[in-house]
């Protein structure tokens, strides 16, 4: 199969054989760009680190200086490639899928892939996620562009990349999947499930391969909870939800705060804060997994649980605040795990002689990660995989939605990752009429069957038209008009001579969607657009009328 053929096949708005074999390379290629990045933070930590982000065993000036040291090298590489191309992280992600089909910039992947490894690397509290969605999407981006691809089909390719990412980080393809359609491109399609399903699997099974198929959760163990447990998990998740909330707004106030300092001294604060947080509490530092074992060792120390909780709270909300490059999913779920723990010590008390301290933990992280992302399904299924347990299913699924329910309807809480768009001013909502087109190639649309002139001559256009079929348009271009489209002017025929009319034509690429000319056209609701080769601008391939797009949105809209 040609390229052409290939292109004019991902046009479609439909599962095919050559888009789920384009989102397993796409996930292939985030695979890859993940693995290097994981294998970066390992054999860098593991120059000065006993145990991978154990922070404990450094020595207090250590811990002082490496997120210095961190803050200035993330600074000093953002300067020198722009601070321009500062925006990072799946706030973004999402943002460049709905407004620019998942287009991603060079220089800020290079940004996200440099800040987020040398932040993790010496003890920032953020995840890997961040980075991982980034890169993930990067990657389909470069596969979509490489290939001249229809957006269409490059929108769903980064939504790949996005899954292989998630999948690769935490080893939960079928949760990166659900966040994908719950969180990231909000929506349910068929054609655009099974592509991403399949390069969830791809990230899934490429680090597996390369770091085995523990899960950040596997250290603990899950007993089965007696229905008494049940009004207390409504509380909790209760809880849960209010302190989602708070997290949200608290780190809403920091983004705020600290929005009219320039991002120099932002990061230097943020690497200051950081070094006094793993001063005193060494556990804080990381992404997460040394406050799970600290939970998982030390279930009933109820005070240092609860310091390394407030110690990890505020190291989060100050680096992810002040803007250093890493997720938030990472540090929410082992605050989740944290509080999780915190909340059995009560719990005890219901089954007495039964240790539930692991299954507690769990059920805090799903709560507190629902609540925080606006994704219920999405932590159900995490937690899921991370367990593989059945027995954590009911707990979670009630836990879940006592804390989505609380943060939504109490409190009002929205995404964490929408308000961070609102704050910085990146749209990534689309209209119901843009967002069906945005699904369908130009090129499956276009009417090919035209005739193309080369002429401003009068009664050339004329004897042309005349000679054509009624049903064959007419293409005409000169240097000074440009293309246009010339038909008869009904309005002004008559028995004795035939008016010409003149519509002139914007050209799109072949690689557009049935959306871009709808942004060309809706204001006149009227005209047309040429279609053009994406590497030779002369030659047209075809025409699209404002006619076309007004059926498909009437009449075809429920196929999109």
């Given at each position: 199969?040609?390229l052409?053929?290939?292109?004019?096949?991902?046009?479609?708005?439909?599962?095919?054989?050559?888009?789920?074999?384009?989102?397993?390379?796409?996930?292939?290629?985030?695979?890859?760009?993940?693995?290097?990045?994981?294998?970066?933070?390992?054999?860098?930590?593991?120059?000065?680190?006993?145990?991978?982000?154990?922070?404990?065993?450094?020595?207090?000036?250590?811990r002082?200086?490496?997120?210095?040291?961190?803050?200035?090298?993330?600074?000093?590489?953002?300067?020198?490639?722009?601070?321009?191309?500062?925006?990072?992280?799946?706030?973004?992600v999402?943002?460049?899928?709905?407004?620019?089909?998942?287009?991603?910039?060079?220089?800020?992947?290079?940004?996200?892939?440099?800040?987020?490894?040398?932040?993790?690397?010496?003890?920032?509290?953020?995840?890997?996620?961040?980075?991982?969605?980034?890169?993930?999407?990067?990657?389909a981006?470069?596969?979509?562009?490489?290939?001249?691809l229809?957006?269409?089909?490059?929108?769903?390719?980064?939504?790949?990349?996005?899954?292989?990412?998630?999948?690769?980080?935490?080893?939960?393809?079928?949760?990166?999947?659900?966040?994908?359609?719950?969180?990231?491109?909000?929506?349910?399609?068929?054609?655009?499930?099974?592509?991403?399903?399949?390069?969830?699997?791809?990230?899934?099974?490429?680090?597996?391969?390369?770091?085995?198929?523990?899960?950040?959760?596997?250290?603990?163990?899950?007993?089965?909870?007696?229905?008494?447990?049940?009004?207390?998990?409504?509380?909790?998740?209760?809880?849960?939800?209010?302190?989602?909330?708070s997290?949200?707004?608290?780190?809403?106030?920091?983004?705020?705060?600290?929005?009219?300092?320039?991002?120099?001294?932002?990061?230097?604060?943020?690497?200051l804060?950081?070094?006094?947080?793993?001063?005193?509490?060494?556990?804080?530092?990381?992404?997460?997994?040394?406050?799970?074992?600290?939970?998982?060792?030390s279930?009933?120390n109820?005070?240092?649980?609860?310091?390394?909780?407030?110690?990890?709270?505020?190291?989060?909300?100050?680096?992810?605040?002040?803007?250093?490059?890493?997720?938030?999913?990472?540090?929410?779920?082992?605050?989740?795990?944290?509080?999780?723990?915190?909340?059995?010590?009560?719990?005890?008390y219901?089954?007495?002689?039964?240790d539930?301290?692991?299954?507690?933990?769990?059920?805090?992280?799903?709560?507190?990660l629902?609540?925080?992302?606006?994704?219920?399904?999405?932590a159900?299924?995490a937690?899921?995989?991370?367990?593989?347990?059945?027995?954590?299913?009911?707990?979670?699924?009630?836990?879940?939605?006592?804390?989505?329910?609380?943060?939504?309807?109490?409190?009002?809480?929205?995404?964490?990752?929408?308000?961070q768009?609102?704050?910085?001013?990146?749209?990534?909502?689309?209209?119901?009429?843009?967002?069906?087109?945005?699904?369908?190639?130009?090129?499956?649309?276009?009417?090919?069957?035209?005739?193309?002139?080369?002429?401003?001559?009068?009664?050339?256009?004329?004897?042309?038209?005349?000679?054509?079929?009624?049903?064959?348009?007419?293409?005409?271009?000169?240097?000074?008009?440009?293309?246009?489209?010339?038909?008869?002017?009904?309005?002004?025929?008559?028995?004795?001579?035939?008016?010409?009319?003149?519509?002139?034509?914007?050209?799109?690429?072949?690689?557009?969607?049935?959306?871009?000319?709808?942004?060309?056209?809706?204001?006149?609701?009227?005209?047309?657009?040429?279609?053009?080769?994406?590497?030779?601008?002369?030659?047209?391939?075809?025409?699209?009328?404002?006619?076309?797009?007004?059926?498909?949105?009437?009449?075809?809209?429920?196929?999109l």
């Amino acid at each position: 199969m040609s390229l052409d053929t290939l292109r004019r096949r991902l046009a479609k708005p439909k599962t095919s054989v050559q888009l789920c074999l384009l989102g397993v390379a796409a996930g292939l290629l985030a695979a890859i760009l993940i693995i290097l990045f994981r294998l970066t933070i390992a054999s860098v930590q593991g120059l000065f680190l006993e145990t991978s982000e154990d922070f404990s065993t450094l020595a207090e000036h250590q811990r002082v200086i490496l997120p210095v040291i961190a803050a200035l090298l993330i600074a000093v590489f953002a300067d020198l490639t722009g601070f321009k191309h500062y925006r990072l992280g799946i706030p973004f992600v999402i943002h460049r899928i709905k407004h620019h089909y998942g287009q991603m910039p060079i220089w800020n992947t290079a940004n996200q892939f440099f800040g987020g490894a040398v932040a993790l690397i010496c003890g920032f509290s953020v995840g890997r996620e961040g980075p991982s969605v980034h890169m993930g999407a990067t990657g389909a981006s470069i596969l979509a562009e490489r290939l001249h691809l229809p957006l269409n089909s490059a929108r769903t390719l980064a939504g790949c990349g996005v899954a292989a990412g998630i999948a690769a980080s935490f080893n939960t393809p079928l949760a990166a999947v659900i966040f994908v359609m719950e969180v990231v491109l909000r929506e349910y399609k068929v054609h655009i499930f099974v592509p991403i399903m399949l390069a969830a699997v791809t990230g899934a099974l490429a680090t597996q391969f390369v770091f085995g198929n523990d899960s950040e959760l596997a250290l603990i163990s899950i007993s089965t909870l007696s229905f008494w447990h049940y009004p207390y998990l409504i509380l909790c998740g209760v809880i849960l939800g209010a302190i989602a909330f708070s997290f949200n707004q608290n780190l809403m106030l920091i983004i705020r705060a600290f929005n009219p300092v320039s991002m120099f001294p932002r990061l230097m604060l943020a690497g200051l804060i950081a070094g006094f947080i793993g001063y005193l509490v060494p556990e804080a530092m990381g992404s997460g997994m040394s406050a799970i074992r600290l939970a998982v060792e030390s279930p009933d120390n109820i005070q240092l649980l609860t310091t390394v909780l407030i110690a990890k709270l505020l190291a989060t909300l100050f680096a992810i605040g002040l803007g250093i490059p890493g997720g938030l999913i990472g540090p929410v779920i082992g605050l989740g795990v944290v509080m999780g723990t915190l909340m059995s010590f009560f719990a005890q008390y219901i089954s007495p002689g039964v240790d539930v301290s692991g299954t507690y933990g769990v059920l805090g992280m799903a709560g507190l990660l629902a609540a925080t992302l606006h994704a219920p399904l999405a932590a159900l299924t995490a937690v899921m995989e991370l367990t593989s347990n059945p027995k954590i299913i009911v707990p979670a699924m009630l836990v879940i939605s006592a804390a989505y329910i609380t943060a939504l309807q109490v409190f009002g809480n929205r995404s964490i990752f929408l308000q961070q768009l609102d704050f910085q001013g990146l749209p990534y909502q689309v209209s119901p009429a843009s967002e069906a087109l945005q699904k369908a190639g130009i090129m499956e649309e276009m009417d090919e069957n035209f005739k193309l002139l080369y002429s401003d001559d009068k009664e050339q256009i004329k004897d042309t038209l005349a000679a054509v079929n009624s049903q064959t348009p007419l293409i005409v271009y000169d240097e000074q008009n440009g293309y246009r489209l010339a038909e008869y002017d009904l309005s002004l025929m008559s028995d004795q001579s035939m008016s010409i009319s003149y519509i002139p034509l914007q050209g799109l690429s072949s690689q557009a969607t049935l959306s871009d000319a709808f942004d060309i056209l809706k204001d006149k609701r009227s005209g047309a657009v040429y279609v053009y080769n994406q590497k030779d601008k002369k030659q047209i391939m075809g025409l699209l009328r404002w006619d076309q797009i007004r059926h498909i949105l009437t009449i075809r809209n429920s196929l999109l």
